[in-house]
């Protein structure tokens, strides 16, 4: 994947790459020590069944490993995704 700025992702859709929406990019969760991003914090589609992944409050916190492309969409490999 080549390089994105973060105020690129600034309120992003995040979309599973079966075409699911899945949500918009709230926040990023970053390793201080390595500077890696750890984990996209989403604030989840209301039509979105959340159950199976893991939540912190009303977010939802996606494994960056799971995000396959970043263009108009983040796209997300949604089994990569959960717990």
Request: hydrophobic share 45%; proline share 1%.
């Amino acid at each position: 994947m080549s390089k994105i700025f973060s105020r690129g992702l600034a309120r992003k859709k995040v979309m599973s790459n079966d075409g699911m929406i899945i949500g918009q990019i709230k926040n990023l969760l970053i390793d201080l020590d390595s500077g890696e991003v750890v984990d996209l914090i989403i604030k989840p589609d209301a039509s979105f069944d959340t159950a199976g992944y893991r939540m912190d409050g009303e977010n939802m916190l996606i494994a960056f490993e799971a995000v396959k492309d970043a263009r108009d969409y983040i796209v997300v490999d949604r089994y990569l995704s959960k717990k």
